[in-house]
């Protein structure tokens, strides 16, 4: 039973670590445009690429 | 590049008789349906953002351009920062992804633009740039020409309140649901503890544990409840929060007591999850009301108009309507809408009014003529003295009989309001019953008594009732929004599920509001005829010019206001106009004549067509039993030939906006009303009856009096709107029927004190889960 001690505090800081995500991606306004964000990820950008990345 | 667009657009091709951009069928085999097209594939083809087509055809949407009425000046509504110039567009035909891409793609390639984020779900547009402020209508045109409408607002006048409010909420259910998630972890332990090994020791830690998580969490997440328990209270009412305050807090205090006395039970987890519960569903009711709002204000926000003030000195300025004054000279270009009510003091013209008075044909107007906003200025340029502005406008007068009228529609009370009103007494008197049972007959002392108590609170908690109704809600709005039909109001689904007798305008709303040409012409004739009409903005003049399309304009064509048109010898007009005899025609609708030197003139005869699917829809609405009436201000030989046409047989002609309101009234005496209309002057008639429909393309005042919104020609969408209604109406009366079941069942348990937290955490949740997925059941089709 003593695996409580750590077990439980590593359990919830572990589900604060995602409440605090949470509100930061609301805070952020990913919440704000959901129909947008999932057909935006099919499209990659059509920057032209810097010499750095053609050079490679 | 005007001439490369006219090259572009008029060159047929052979291979394929579909549209180049928007992928319609063109009606003759040319290269693009419209003007509009052609530009848009041009302007994406220069900035070599051809992959568009690819992704519009991966998501499967078909990107036809959005009607622009006449554009707004962003300039005003650009808000300059330290960090430079900010706009906010409202964006019309957004339909995908690909359209958000090639928005921002083409924005990207103008060198004064930092940054342009298209927002899909609001359909809105935020754009920041250095530089001057006019740069806003240069990106604005950019977008116009890709083939999207636009229309700047201003993000700070469109309630951010109740976007607050929602944020609140989705930030106070993201709280309460972590909680909600550690604790229920914990109590499992201590509930498959119970009938192991553990000791009283470590399940007193995990119930501190759990209170740790659950009371801060609790605080926060019963706020927005405890608010409206506490206004509902202070107005002397009680409503469904009061329970929930009551027994949340409760069980929080007894919990904590219990915790410390290191007793078997504690109910932080019921608690932390009912709210959980209870949040989601009031999220999504606050998000379902919210998108319909924003929805509504986007569709109000593109129809939005300007008007051009001329002062003393000449020069011009554009405001906002309602921004001029008293005596002010306004400049009405040809096409444009009419801002404000006043004489004219300059120029004739032709006046499309079918907005305000219902009347499908537009009348001639000239000096002296009083003009009221709404009206439509076809033919020529006009100036005009804006006399009565504010509240004596025809439009004001119009509002007030709104007001009237809409304050016998607020007395209707939702459903679920109408339950939760008898509910919360009766769980009230239970708990406390219970409380007093146990103290007089158990002998067992307060604390077992107010523990049995407190489950009654909690088991009776409206967990499913209060999901009941905003899933349901939320379903069916989705659904019809998905079909381009925006609910406005929270009760509407309601009001309109009870309608029996379905009142129709004409002009506008069976029909679609503008003349199509319906007679056969020589070719050569109407090609002339084409020609010419490509300098007008009359209706007769569009019809014809979409009977051919590819038709150029003809150069020197002169406009006669009331007349007609005329080119040399050429004349097309009315009969008297074009020298015709008309004696021997039996034709009363619209008409244009064309004369050519040497030749009998020849007649177009025009129609306003029948929305395609009106018939069949009448025909459904008769087959689900209900009575179909037509209502308009227009001639009674136009509606009984109209009525005749749709198989009406209850219709009534020539009818002012206060007898059509004063016929809606006499009708709903024989059983609910459902109004269609989009005119001004149905406006009243609109807020008078039961539950009301508009289609987007309706005047502002009879949106805002509209229950419901519906885009596009189709009007199937008032038979879809009141199926689901009426389905919705049944599924919310099942889900209630359901939670009351659930609550018949529980409740003698929790009275006699059976109700351990397991029993009741598996209460409510399976009870919740029943009611949601009944819910969903609405949205497959």
Redesign the interface.
């Known amino acids: 039973?003593s695996g409580?001690l750590y077990l439980?505090p590593v359990?919830?800081s572990l589900?604060?670590l995602?409440?605090v995500a949470?509100?930061w991606a609301?805070r952020s306004g990913q919440?704000?445009?959901?129909?947008?964000a999932?057909?935006?990820i099919?499209?990659d950008d059509?920057k032209p690429l810097s010499s750095k990345e053609i050079d490679r | 590049m005007t001439a490369a667009i006219l090259t572009a657009w008029t060159a047929p091709t052979t291979v394929e008789a579909r549209c180049g951009h928007c992928g319609r069928e063109t009606s003759t085999g040319q290269a693009f349906c419209c003007a509009g097209c052609a530009s848009a594939k041009q302007l994406i083809a220069e900035l070599g953002l051809d992959a568009y087509y690819d992704r519009r055809r991966a998501m499967g949407a078909s990107g036809q351009p959005a009607s622009d009425v006449d554009p707004i000046p962003a300039t005003t509504f650009v808000r300059t920062e330290k960090d430079g110039c900010h706009l906010d567009l409202m964006v019309d035909g957004l339909e995908c992804g690909a359209c958000a891409w090639l928005i921002e793609a083409a924005l990207a390639r103008d060198p004064a633009l930092d940054h342009a984020r298209v927002n899909l779900s609001q359909r809105r547009l935020a754009l920041s740039w250095h530089g001057p402020a006019e740069i806003g209508d240069r990106l604005a045109a950019i977008v116009r020409r890709l083939g999207y409408a636009v229309a700047p607002f201003d993000p700070e006048r469109l309630s951010t309140a109740i976007d607050a409010e929602e944020r609140d909420l989705l930030r106070s259910m993201g709280v309460a649901g972590f909680a909600a998630a550690n604790v229920m972890l914990l109590s499992v332990s201590v509930w498959s503890g119970a009938v192991g090994e553990m000791g009283p020791v470590t399940r007193d830690l995990l119930h501190w544990v759990s209170a740790l998580i659950a009371l801060p969490a609790i605080v926060y997440a019963v706020r927005p409840f405890a608010r409206s328990a506490f206004t509902a209270l202070a107005a002397g009412r009680t409503n469904m929060d009061v329970p929930i305050t009551i027994g949340v807090t409760l069980a929080s205090a007894m919990s904590l007591f219990d915790t410390w006395r290191s007793d078997e039970h504690a109910y932080f987890d019921s608690a932390i999850t009912l709210l959980f519960f209870l949040l989601i569903g009031r999220y999504l009711d606050r998000h379902a009301r919210g998108r319909a709002r924003s929805a509504v204000a986007h569709v109000a926000a593109l129809a939005a108009h300007s008007a051009t003030v001329v002062d003393a000195e000449g020069h011009v300025r554009i405001v906002r309507p309602s921004e001029v004054a008293a005596g002010a000279t306004v400049l009405v270009a040809a096409g444009e809408r009419i801002p404000v009510d006043g004489r004219i003091v300059d120029g004739a013209t032709d006046l499309d009014t079918a907005l305000v008075t219902g009347e499908s044909l537009p009348r001639p107007a000239g000096l002296g003529d009083t003009v009221h906003a709404g009206m439509v200025n076809l033919t020529r340029a006009i100036r005009l003295v804006a006399e009565r502005t504010g509240e004596a406008t025809l439009l004001a007068e119009i509002g007030r009989l709104l007001a009237a009228a809409e304050s016998g529609r607020s007395r209707f009370i939702a459903l679920a309001d109408r339950v939760a009103r008898r509910y919360a007494p009766v769980v009230h008197l239970a708990a406390l019953a219970t409380f007093i049972g146990w103290m007089v007959l158990g002998q067992a002392g307060w604390h077992p008594a107010l523990s049995a108590a407190v489950t009654v609170l909690i088991i009776t908690c409206p967990c499913a009732l209060a999901l009941a109704v905003p899933t349901v809600q939320v379903v069916a709005s989705g659904r019809l929004f998905r079909q381009g039909i925006l609910l406005k109001s929270p009760t509407a689904l309601e009001r309109l599920a009870e309608g029996r007798i379905v009142v129709f305008d004409k002009t506008g709303t069976l029909t679609v509001g503008r003349p199509e040409l319906v007679n056969e012409v020589p070719a050569e004739d109407l090609a002339i005829a084409a020609g010419l009409a490509q300098a007008s903005r009359h209706p007769l003049s569009r019809a014809l010019v979409r009977a051919l399309p590819s038709i150029p304009a003809a150069l020197g064509v002169v406009e006669h206001p009331g007349e007609g048109l005329s080119l040399g010898d050429i004349r097309l007009g009315n009969a008297r106009f074009a020298s015709a005899d008309r004696r021997a025609e039996d034709w009363t609708g619209p008409e244009l004549w064309l004369s050519r030197p040497g030749r009998a003139p020849i007649q177009f005869r025009f129609e306003d067509r029948v929305r395609a699917d009106a018939a069949e829809t009448i025909r459904h609405l008769t087959e689900l039993r209900y009575r179909v009436v037509l209502l308009s201000g227009d001639r009674s030989e136009a509606v009984g030939r109209l009525a005749a046409t749709l198989r009406i047989p209850e219709w009534h002609a020539e009818l002012s906006p206060a007898a059509k309101q004063a016929m809606v009234e006499r009708l709903a005496t024989e059983g609910p009303v459902v109004m269609v209309g989009d005119g001004i002057n149905d406006a009243p008639a609109l807020a008078k009856a039961h539950a009301s429909i508009a289609p987007a393309t309706a005047a502002d005042v009879s949106r805002a009096a509209a229950d419901a919104v519906f885009q596009g020609d189709r009007l199937a969408a008032v038979a879809e709107i009141l199926r689901v209604a009426r389905s919705a109406d049944r599924l919310v009366r099942q889900n209630l029927g359901l939670a009351l079941g659930y609550n018949l069942f529980a409740v003698p348990l929790a009275v006699l004190g059976f109700v351990t937290p397991l029993i009741a955490a598996i209460a409510m949740s399976s009870s919740s889960l029943l009611v949601v997925g009944n819910a969903l059941r609405l949205g497959r089709k």
Not at chain 1, 31 to 36: A, N, S, V
């Open positions: 039973m409580l439980i359990a919830l589900g604060l995602g409440l949470f509100l609301l919440f704000d445009d959901l129909d947008g999932a057909s935006r099919l499209f059509q």
